[in-house]
């Protein structure tokens, strides 16, 4: 049972690169979701997809994109990587119903920008 | 806008001690209450949930009860063990939006 696959793990880019993370889950959820966990801070949403076709800004979106590219897979994009994004990112998915909504998280992928 | 507020952290417990870890919420609408856990270097996973009022969830000897009257969700256990050292987070959904919204966690710690 794969659930919810973030790639890559690990990565650390240069100030002012690109890159894209991945999100996949095999369990045919309606509802995506990127997160950022920091010290102190708990997580906060980036972005959410209530359903394909369709995203939504969560709390901190500047600097980053999205892309849910079926119903799938849903992508983070950093266009112009910052030191400040430098954090672990976490994918979710649910199913979006609000009385059975579980959120699965994906393992995560730490970032850090230099 | 909706909110979760977690006391800080971190909890530092002997084994066998009670464990209170609360939390209080701000919100329109009825939403559903989560609490998730969080074990070193691993992603959030589901502990229990209550999705209206009164509500009781309860899981692994976790409970937590849905208080509307005082907007709060507190997280209880009767005899926490090692196992249970882990970062801990209360969430609601709100049902109109349909996201999630976590508070910012507490770390717990228990000793043998």
């Known amino acids: 049972n794969a659930g919810v696959t973030q790639t890559p793990k690990f990565q650390v880019l240069k100030t002012g690169q690109s890159m894209t993370l991945q999100c996949a889950q095999d369990?045919?959820?309606?509802?995506m979701y990127w997160y950022r966990q920091d010290p102190g801070m708990g997580l906060r949403l980036i972005y959410y997809?209530?359903?394909?076709?369709?995203?939504d800004k969560g709390e901190v979106p500047n600097g980053y994109n999205v892309s849910r590219l079926n119903k799938r897979e849903f992508s983070l994009r950093l266009e112009s990587a910052a030191p400040s994004q430098t954090s672990v990112y976490f994918c979710?998915?649910?199913?979006?119903?609000?009385?059975?909504?579980?959120?699965?998280f994906g393992q995560g992928t730490r970032l850090t920008v230099v | 806008g909706n909110s979760v507020t977690q006391m800080e952290g971190p909890v530092t417990l002997s084994e066998e001690a009670f464990l209170t870890i609360n939390c209080t919420y701000t919100?329109?609408?009825?939403?559903?209450l989560f609490w998730y856990v969080q074990y070193p270097g691993e992603g959030l996973q589901l502990l229990l949930k209550?999705?209206?009022?009164?509500d009781k969830g309860s899981n692994k000897g976790f409970e937590a009860t849905y208080r509307k009257e005082t907007t709060s969700f507190h997280l209880e256990k009767g005899s926490v063990q090692v196992s249970d050292s882990a970062v801990y987070f209360c969430?609601?959904?709100?049902?109109?939006?349909?996201?999630?919204?976590f508070g910012a966690g507490t770390r717990l710690a228990v000793h043998p």
């Open positions: 979710a998915s649910g199913i979006g119903d609000r009385a059975n909504t579980e959120a699965f």
């Open positions: 369990m045919n959820h309606n509802s």
């Open positions: 997809s209530a359903s394909e076709g369709t995203t």
């Open positions: 919100a329109t609408g009825y939403p559903s």
């Open positions: 209550a999705t209206k009022a009164d």
């Open positions: 969430a609601l959904l709100s049902g109109g939006y349909n996201k999630l919204i």
